[in-house]
T-cell receptor, first 115, second 110 residues
Framework: DAGVIQSPRHEVTEMGQEVTLRCKPI?????LFWYRQTMMRGLELLIYFNNNVPIDDSGMPEDRFSAKMPNASFSTLKIQPSEPRDSAVYFC?????????????FGPGTRLTVT | QQPVQSPQAVILREGEDAVINCSSS?????VHWYRQKHGEAPVFLMI?????EQKGHEKISASFNEKKQQSSLYLTASQLSYSGTYFCGTEAEAGNQFYFGTGTSLTVIP
């Protein structure tokens, strides 16, 4: 199995630009999670989907962030406009089950730098 | 709502044991444990569901005290490969949120 795939692996952009991060979950998994990791705030759950439906987006920091999952094999996290404080590593993870009791498999992450 | 882990950091010599604690202010349904090596993604270790069960994974085991909303990860006879940052993740009994803990940096030296 290829595991969770994320692209791009690194992204450098200027403040104000739109950023789109992509994720392909493990085939057959029905839950997908977006996390952000920084030294200051640690690992934060931004949003998670179950069967392509957003279940909890209370971790999304503000309206500049949006996430979609148009089908079971693809999800995007968009930041528009980006700001320097958005610089972080963004992980996508998938699971066979909902958050409750389901082990999560993480992708390699996207390192975002906003200058 | 983020669970608190202790200690924040620990340094061990090969063969020594360590305990990492995770404490939540919420009644918990489950506790997850993950390990993250520098520059890599977190990797799942184990899940414990409410009921106080203990689980093992080679020389790494964990317990879950649902009454105290606490979990502990036990690493015995540590190996160099155990180095990394360990995170607990908690699911509350009520609601859908999942929170990772503050993390514990573990370094095993020869």
């Amino acid at each position: 199995d290829a595991g969770v795939i994320q692209s791009p692996r690194h992204e450098v952009t200027e403040m104000g630009q739109e950023v789109t991060l992509r994720c392909k979950p493990i085939s057959g998994h029905n839950s997908l999670f977006w996390y952000r990791q920084t030294m200051m705030r640690g690992l934060e759950l931004l949003i998670y989907f179950n069967n392509n439906v957003p279940i909890d987006d209370s971790g999304m920091p503000e309206d500049r962030f949006s996430a979609k999952m148009p089908n079971a094999s693809f999800s995007t996290l968009k930041i528009q406009p980006s700001e320097p404080r958005d610089s972080a590593v963004y992980f996508c993870a998938s699971s066979l089950l909902r958050v409750r009791g389901g082990e999560q498999y993480f992708g390699p992450g996207t390192r975002l730098t906003v200058t | 709502q983020q669970p608190v882990q202790s200690p924040q950091a620990v340094i061990l010599r090969e063969g020594e044991d360590a305990v990492i604690n995770c404490s939540s202010s919420k009644a918990l349904y489950s506790v997850h444990w993950y390990r993250q090596k520098h520059g890599e993604a977190p990797v799942f270790l184990m899940i414990l569901l409410k009921g106080g069960e203990q689980k093992g994974h080679e020389k790494i085991s964990a317990s879950f005290n649902e009454k105290k909303q606490q979990s502990s990860l036990y690493l015995t006879a540590s190996q160099l490969s155990y180095s990394g940052t360990y995170f607990c993740g908690t699911e509350a009994e009520a609601g859908n949120q999942f929170y990772f803990g503050t993390g514990t940096s573990l370094t095993v030296i020869p």
